[in-house]
């Protein structure tokens, strides 16, 4: 058994995967629409997956959640809308530009978007404003459109401190480690485990490592030990 398999058989005896608490894969398993996650996933940057549900939820009430309609409503009613979620200028600059995009380019069709190979697919979506690396993989992989590990900050910590990767190296470097140590079939699991992981028990502060089903496999866990000896 390879140490990706174990992490993995591991964390799957401790957590099961609700939807509701991934505002992308909830979003992704409600309506199969590529736009709202795409919405999603921009409205979950630096917040809790919480708020950014609050936030959809009210942007699909007061405005829709079609590139025209949040067009039509324009800056000041989607900043309303999504306020909850921290960030709303950006956040809806960001929606507003994306909206305009698919629209102008892409005929308001988001699934146009997403076709072809994934690398392209992705460099595509990297190039509009407010999606970067991990937005575009949670899209991505949420979709099943590429087989990648997103890395947010609990994916990042606990790969950090399992010495999975070095700290303090670049989404494209964590991100390609992880593929190596996850099989690609297990890959979105991987990343929604590992967010799991971090939000219950590898917490950034104060880590409950006593209890921790990965304790003998971690390097951060073994100089603990050792510091106390
Ligand atoms: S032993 Fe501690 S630091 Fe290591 S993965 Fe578990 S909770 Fe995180």
Redesign the pocket.
């Known amino acids: 058994m390879t140490i990706g398999e174990e992490i993995l058989r591991r964390l799957r005896t401790q957590y099961r995967i609700q939807a509701e608490e991934y505002v992308s894969l909830y979003t992704h398993l409600q309506s199969r629409d590529p736009f709202r996650v795409l919405v999603a996933t921009i409205l979950s940057q630096n917040t809790t997956d919480k708020a950014a549900l609050n936030a959809l939820k009210t942007l699909e009430r007061d405005v829709g959640l079609t590139p025209p309609a949040i067009l039509e409503a324009g800056k000041r009613r989607v900043e309303k809308a999504i306020h909850i979620a921290g960030m709303y200028r950006s956040k809806a600059r960001f929606i507003l530009e994306v909206s305009r995009i698919v629209m102008e380019r892409y005929g308001g069709d988001m699934w146009n978007v997403l076709k072809g190979d994934a690398e392209g697919v992705r460099e595509r979506l990297m190039s509009m404003p407010g999606v970067g690396g991990k937005t575009a993989d949670v899209l991505l992989a949420t979709l099943g459109i590429a087989r990648t590990v997103p890395v947010d900050t609990h994916v990042r910590?606990?790969s950090a401190?399992?010495g999975l990767v070095d700290e303090g190296a670049s989404y494209e470097t964590i991100r390609k480690r992880l593929e190596e140590v996850f099989s690609p079939d297990s890959r979105h699991l991987a990343h929604l485990l590992l967010i799991a992981?971090?939000r219950n028990?590898?917490?950034a502060r104060k880590?409950?490592?006593?209890?921790?089903?990965?304790?003998d496999?971690?390097?951060?866990?073994r100089e603990?030990r050792k510091n106390q000896l």
């Open positions: 910590r606990v401190r399992l992981h971090g028990v590898c917490r880590p409950m490592c006593r209890e921790c089903v990965l304790n496999l971690c390097k951060y866990y603990i």
